[in-house]
């Protein structure tokens, strides 16, 4: 075997034995709040993005079957070839509507969404701000910029520090404001309302992922923008999360903007276009959410009754209106092994380590749902409780 095989099964026997090496459950039925295993055992699920119990809902598959029978299975090909579907087109008005945005465009995931907007957006002369703690995806998209583009970082939500990047950027042809609406690790929110502010004050463009947040934050879902009541001038958001939750992404804001991406951004001009059964399901979910709203009352209702239990319990917890649910525990194989003790007791939550989370912040991240239970949130509490005692 070649010596770059053997270095590269030293790196994988390096996780195993600093016990950070992860083995995800093998599922063998649908995505739910109760998920059973390849092995028949069945566990209270913690730990998914189906926040609005939408990933195995009848009507959401009703419209995956709709669209595939109309148009089969795949695009079998880009956008700009001959890839755009009646159904790509239907999905994004909703969209646009839905974020009362004047256009969308999809893709295929939120990654490529974030990947196709900063580059496309940016270029020579031009600066990009992100908040230090955004998702990977923007991350990586800030760095596909290139040397031509300023690239700043502010400490997470630090409003002085994102004055001094504006401070920094003033010159700049283009500023774009880059920040997750809903911080996935920390379960916090974007101070969007002073973000904005700012914005203006510097005249920056605002971009917001609120991936986290659709379905989950503000008084109807429509996400971060509608819970500090103010306007965005992008909004990019997954289809993989409360939104149906199989896969896809996007990117709403002024029709130009969209043009742009249409005409330019390389997830798009390379890659296949969502598959249509998909946009299907997609389309029925955002339908579900916008002639439901309770779906999102419910949703608050279980993530504060769960965040009590954990605070009469006597954990940590920090208020916030998501339905992320962090419970810190410092290392990371301390996190991984707690996460295993659940599994083995019926309940299936995540343990986050370094690289995801910065060191020494390790934690289980619990989900919560509207299609929980409250026999089901209360059997995880007292076996949470039970575990992290012992
Ligand atoms: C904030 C944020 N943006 C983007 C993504 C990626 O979404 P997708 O799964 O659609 O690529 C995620 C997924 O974890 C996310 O949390």
């Given at each position: 075997m070649s010596g770059t095989i053997e270095e590269i099964r030293s790196v994988i026997d390096g996780l195993r034995r600093d016990g950070t090496y992860k083995i995800a459950p093998v599922i063998d039925g649908p995505m739910d709040t109760v998920v059973k295993l390849k092995d028949g055992s069945e566990l209270i699920n913690l730990c998914s993005n189906n926040y609005l119990g939408l990933a195995n809902h009848p009507q959401v598959i009703a419209g995956v079957s709709k669209a595939m029978e109309k148009y089969g299975y795949g695009t079998?090909?880009?956008?700009?070839?001959?890839?755009?579907?009646?159904?790509?087109?239907?999905?994004?008005?909703?969209?646009?509507?839905?974020?009362?945005?004047?256009?969308?465009?999809?893709?295929?995931?939120?990654?490529?969404?974030?990947?196709?907007?900063?580059?496309?957006?940016?270029?020579?002369?031009?600066?990009?701000?992100?908040?230090?703690?955004?998702?990977?995806?923007?991350?990586?998209?800030?760095?596909?910029?290139?040397?031509?583009?300023?690239?700043?970082?502010?400490?997470?939500?630090?409003?002085?520090?994102?004055?001094?990047?504006?401070?920094?950027?003033?010159?700049?042809?283009?500023?774009?404001?880059?920040?997750?609406?809903?911080?996935?690790?920390?379960?916090?929110?974007?101070?969007?309302?002073?973000?904005?502010?700012?914005?203006?004050?510097?005249?920056?463009?605002?971009?917001?992922?609120?991936?986290?947040?659709?379905?989950?934050?503000?008084?109807?879902?429509?996400?971060?923008?509608?819970?500090?009541?103010?306007?965005?001038?992008?909004?990019?958001?997954?289809?993989?999360?409360?939104?149906?939750?199989?896969?896809?992404?996007?990117?709403?804001?002024?029709?130009?903007?969209?043009?742009l991406l249409v005409q330019r951004s390389r997830p798009q001009l390379f890659s296949n276009a969502l598959a249509p059964m998909t946009a299907g399901g997609a389309l029925a979910a955002l339908k579900l959410l916008k002639n439901n709203p309770q779906l999102v009352t419910q949703l608050r209702e279980n993530v504060e009754y769960f965040r009590n239990g954990l605070k009469k319990a006597g954990f940590e917890v920090i208020d916030s209106p998501t339905a992320i649910v962090p419970i810190i525990i410092g290392d990371t194989a301390k996190a991984i092994k707690l996460a295993e003790k659940m599994r083995e007791k019926g309940i299936l939550i995540t343990g986050f380590g370094y690289p995801v989370v910065p060191k020494g912040t390790a934690r289980l991240r619990a989900q919560i749902s509207a299609a929980h239970t409250k026999p089901q949130l209360d059997k995880a509490l007292k076996i949470l409780t039970t575990i992290y005692r012992r």
């Open positions: 079998a090909s880009v956008r700009f070839i001959c890839g755009t579907f009646t159904i790509h087109e239907e999905l994004e008005r909703e969209i646009a509507d839905f974020l009362n945005m004047e256009s969308a465009t999809t893709y295929v995931s939120c990654w490529n969404a974030n990947e196709a907007l900063v580059p496309t957006l940016s270029d020579e002369g031009d600066t990009v701000i992100s908040d230090e703690l955004n998702h990977a995806s923007i991350i990586d998209a800030c760095r596909l910029c290139g040397k031509k583009v300023q690239r700043l970082v502010y400490r997470h939500n630090d409003m002085n520090d994102l004055k001094r990047c504006l401070e920094q950027a003033k010159n700049s042809r283009r500023k774009l404001i880059i920040t997750d609406g809903v911080f996935s690790m920390e379960g916090d929110l974007a101070n969007l309302a002073d973000i904005v502010e700012l914005a203006k004050k510097y005249d920056a463009l605002v971009a917001v992922d609120d991936s986290h947040a659709h379905g989950v934050v503000g008084k109807t879902g429509r996400g971060t923008p509608e819970y500090f009541g103010v306007s965005v001038d992008i909004i990019t958001g997954t289809l993989g999360k409360a939104l149906g939750g199989a896969a896809g992404g996007f990117v709403a804001g002024a029709k130009p903007i969209i043009e």
